[in-house]
């Protein structure tokens, strides 16, 4: 199941991880920099299965059609902190 943050779930989970979201939050901003995404926006998706999926999203301003997209970049392990590399289109919140 996906837990989006801002929910009773989320909050709820925080409690039990040993890596809170602030924290995983650092790491994906940190790896997110070092690999020279800077100009694009960083999106948080949701937790699931003990990860947190973070990517960005496009500028619309780059496109032709003046649309987003929005891809995922990263998950982050919640017990251990361990970054883990993902790649894929995914769907707008």
């Known amino acids: 199941m996906k837990i989006l943050k801002n929910t009773k779930e989320f909050v709820e989970l925080q409690e039990k991880v040993k890596v809170k979201f602030t924290e995983a939050e650092a790491k994906f901003n940190d790896y997110h920099s070092k690999k020279g995404y800077s100009e694009l926006n960083t999106v948080f998706y949701y937790y699931k299965d003990y990860y947190y999926y ?40």
């Open 54 to 93: 973070f990517g960005y999203k496009t500028d619309p301003n780059n496109d032709k059609q003046n649309r987003s997209l929005f891809f995922y970049e990263v998950k982050i392990n919640s017990n251990t902190g361990e970054i883990e590399a993902i790649d894929g289109q995914a769907s707008p919140q």
